[in-house]
């Protein structure tokens, strides 16, 4: 059965994606199997009040554009971002995975398991948006009806950094302690949520906004309002 991919391509793509563009070049078999490709620029990808359902492929070859991503990280902390990069030297795969990439699309690599590993990170996203859209049906008002512990600020920003491809490593240097002692604390909130996870605090997160930090929170809570205006 084929998939349905439906992605967004940063605007500086365009021209690798273009029909012109050559073939059989690394992009080109990631290329037909998209289904349909919309391109956006980065104001409109980190614009506030919007929530980012789609995969993203974002190109990564300066720190100027590694901090974009990150900045549309912060933003968007569940959504994936692929980074395409051109890279011999390994430098910026290194900044797109810190600025929170969920995987590299590296086009100085001919190598067809960089199409695998896309395709299977699209796989992934699109069921578990399907698993969410599911639950959200059956559940309904249900997770908004179940109260839930106010957690300080700290933790709030805690919750972001998880609902991020961050290491532990980088989220305990973020924090200022130990690895050792941030796994504690994770665990101690995940008890506190009820989550066994990273990814049952992401599906938590996609329903009660409220445990984002504030400003993020606040955010996303004016969607609804924005749209219908």
């Given at each position: 059965m084929h998939d349905?991919?439906?992605?967004?391509i940063h605007s500086g793509l365009k021209d690798r994606f273009h029909p012109d563009a050559p073939a059989e070049s690394p992009l080109d078999a990631l290329?037909?199997?998209?289904?349909?490709?919309?391109?956006v620029h980065h104001e409109?990808?980190?614009?506030?009040?919007?929530?980012?359902?789609?995969?993203?492929?974002?190109?990564?070859?300066?720190?100027?554009?590694?901090?974009e991503l990150r900045t549309l990280r912060v933003r968007h902390p569940l959504a994936l971002l692929i980074a395409v990069t051109q890279d011999v030297s390994g430098?910026?795969?290194?900044?797109?995975?810190?600025?929170?990439?969920?995987?590299?699309?590296?086009?100085a690599i001919a190598d067809e398991s960089q199409i695998s590993m896309v395709q299977a990170q699209l796989r992934a996203h699109?069921?578990?948006?399907?698993?969410?859209?599911?639950?959200a049906d059956a559940k309904g008002p249900l997770p908004r009806s179940i109260p839930m512990p106010r957690l300080p600020e700290p933790d709030r920003q805690l919750v972001r950094d998880l609902c991020t491809a961050t290491t532990v490593s980088e989220i305990a240097r973020r924090h200022y302690c130990s690895e050792r002692?941030?796994?504690r604390r994770i665990r101690r909130l995940y008890d506190l949520l009820g989550v066994r996870g990273r990814a049952e605090l992401m599906t938590l997160v996609s329903f009660r906004s409220e445990l984002l930090p504030t400003r993020q929170a606040r955010e996303v809570q004016e969607v609804p309002h924005r749209q219908a205006s």
């Open positions: 349905q991919f439906h992605v967004l290329r037909r199997g998209f289904d349909r490709i919309d391109f409109d990808l980190a614009a506030p009040g919007g929530v980012l359902n789609l995969p993203v492929l974002y190109p990564v070859t300066s720190e100027f554009q590694a901090e430098h910026h795969t290194y900044y797109a995975i810190r600025s929170g990439a969920n995987c590299v699309f590296n086009l699109a069921a578990a948006n399907a698993a969410a859209s599911a639950r002692s941030m796994y």
